[in-house]
């Protein structure tokens, strides 16, 4: 659906949630990235979860991340508020081999291309934890700017860390594309 040099976003079918739900079962990749505890849940109430919000695209719009023709993570919008014209983004690729080689950064791209030109989106933010680097950088390096932090906000795997909000506007990526900005 939406194709970059490397990465597909396309829509999540049923042979993908298998090994969706391994990657949710994996408590380091879980603990990198969710602001809940991990959790043991079985596929069936994983699969349960999961078609919720795959049948309510206009909530929460998720994607498989392919890459070579495999899955290799997902990433979302959510959190659409109608009014303010903003969406929280999400993201985690599940195969380790592709971890900080760019698949991120890219599918992160053309997710922002997704919330901007189609979805008209006038600002995409996320929130991160104070010691993923990797996640950190690879998000400014699609634009995303800190826009503060909640200290000692989550206990994530054995401490407290600080939550790191980051967005960006519409005008922000309409300038790195050297596009007018509209807002
Ligand atoms: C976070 C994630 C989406 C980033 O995608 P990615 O493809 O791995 O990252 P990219 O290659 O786009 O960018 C990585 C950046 O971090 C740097 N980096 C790579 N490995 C790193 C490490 N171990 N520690 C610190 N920085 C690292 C890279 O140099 C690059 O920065 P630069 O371009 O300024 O040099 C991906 O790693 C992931 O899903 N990880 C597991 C789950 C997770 O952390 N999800 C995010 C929750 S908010």
């Known amino acids: 659906m939406l194709k970059g040099d490397k990465v597909l976003l396309r829509a999540v079918t049923e042979d993908d949630l298998a090994t969706m739900w391994s990657w949710d079962s994996d408590i380091e990749l879980v603990t990198l990235g969710d602001d ?6 079985t596929l069936e109430s994983f ?3 999961i078609n919720k919000h795959l049948n309510k695209p206009e909530e929460a719009s998720i994607f498989a991340i392919e890459a070579d023709g495999a899955l290799i993570g997902t990433c979302s ?4 508020d109608p009014t303010a014209r903003t969406a929280e983004l999400g993201i985690s690729i599940g195969d380790r081999d592709y971890w900080g080689r760019g698949y991120g950064r890219e599918a992160v791209r053309l997710l922002l291309e997704y919330a901007f030109r189609y979805r008209n989106q006038h600002k995409v933010y996320l929130s991160t934890f104070d010691d993923n ?3 950190i950088r690879s998000y400014m390096g699609c634009g995303f700017v800190e826009e503060g932090r909640l200290r000692e906000h989550i206990w994530v795997d054995g401490r407290y860390k600080d939550m790191v909000y980051m967005g960006i506007m519409r005008s922000e990526w309409a300038a790195q594309k050297g596009e007018p900005a509209q807002t």
């Open 47 to 49: 699969r349960e979860q």
């Open 133 to 135: 680097e990797r996640a």
């Open 77 to 80: 919008l959510f959190h659409f």
């Open 36 to 41: 809940e505890p991990p959790l043991p849940r």
